[in-house]
């Protein structure tokens, strides 16, 4: 349940056949093959590397059941939304894993991305100019979470950390996900993630949004500011809305180990329907997303670019392995 920390172990290599510069690092996770990576980007992607926390193996709970039922860390909100959303309760046996500390911030965005913008260019106060993907009303800061990512962003986020770096960093799966919200074997059934006041843990509409650009803590927060759950993780709940890998699967009792990437058996008619998980700080409703369990779906099709970028203004995401 603690972060990594590097073994410094180097071996340099010059592959000139290739015009690959590459430099092997041992880390607790695994050997790291650093190509073609400035030492100011290195520095920054080491410290992401030392901040994935191992998740280990356990059984866990995941889901909701009805409000009828005795154990409030499951409940849902109605018959309906346990059926589609959340539901049924399954127990979930988790192999080992890695998840990031806090979400990607902006400046781990830049370091592994150089040059290229997230997809999103969307604002709800109306004059600040849309020319850029982050916005100084809302914390432009090398340590805040990156936001106005879509999921294909994120995913391309992924490839190109892996290509610098040779590991296999991947968005978490929807069970990776609730899991480590939960704390994994060190779960205290919180009613939220990490507390039974999602305050405590998680930058919402109440204490980020509702006292408008006025307030002191309006917008977007760097990670560790409030408190962490049984794992150590920081902003599952709340800040930005964090894309997981696998699209919507309605699961069934039979998921007993890690559901799978993919979804053969997809709900009929949400077709490539995507997965946010943790809500964000816009959302009003936090009660609703705060809790381990809660989905939020984003449909794959849009009426229009506006929507498109609306629609992800909010999002970010964190690393797994």
Aim: aromatic share 14%.
């Amino acid at each position: 349940m603690f972060a990594i920390t590097s073994v410094a172990v180097f071996i340099a290599c010059d592959d000139d056949e290739n015009g690959i510069v590459y430099q092997k690092q041992t880390f607790p996770i695994g050997e790291v093959t650093w190509k073609n990576v400035s030492e100011s980007d290195k520095a920054v992607i080491t410290e992401l590397i030392n901040n994935m926390v191992k998740v280990e193996s356990t059984l866990f709970y995941m889901g909701a059941q009805l409000k009828s039922t005795s154990n409030p860390n499951y409940y849902a909100y109605s018959t309906s939304d346990t059926a589609t959303w959340v539901g049924p309760v399954i127990t979930v046996s988790m192999p080992d894993y890695y998840i990031g500390r806090y979400e990607v911030t902006q400046g781990e965005w830049k370091a592994v991305m150089g040059d290229v913008l997230p997809t999103g260019r969307y604002c709800k106060i109306p004059e600040v100019e849309r020319n850029a993907p982050w916005y100084a009303e809302t914390g432009l800061a090398d340590t805040i979470a990156a936001y106005n990512i879509s999921y294909d962003d994120a995913v391309n986020f992924c490839e190109s950390l892996n290509a610098k770096t040779g590991l296999n960093f991947h968005l978490p799966t929807e069970a990776q996900w609730e899991c480590a919200a939960r704390g994994g074997r060190y779960c205290q059934g919180y009613r939220f993630i990490g507390s039974d006041d999602y305050t405590e843990t998680s930058w919402c509409y109440s204490n980020a949004c509702a006292q408008g650009q006025s307030g002191n803590d309006y917008g977007v927060h760097r990670g560790g500011r409030l408190k962490a759950n049984e794992l150590g993780l920081y902003d599952m709940s709340g800040n930005v809305a964090e894309w997981v890998q696998n699209s919507y699967y309605k699961y069934s009792s039979a998921d007993t180990i890690n559901p799978p990437l993919e979804n053969p058996r997809a709900l009929a008619g949400l077709g490539d329907t995507l997965i946010l998980r943790g809500g964000s700080w816009t959302q009003q409703k936090s009660v609703y997303y705060c809790p381990a369990n809660r989905r939020k779906f984003i449909r794959s099709s849009y009426s229009s670019e506006e929507s498109l970028h609306s629609a992800i203004a909010y999002c970010g995401f964190r690393l797994a392995l």
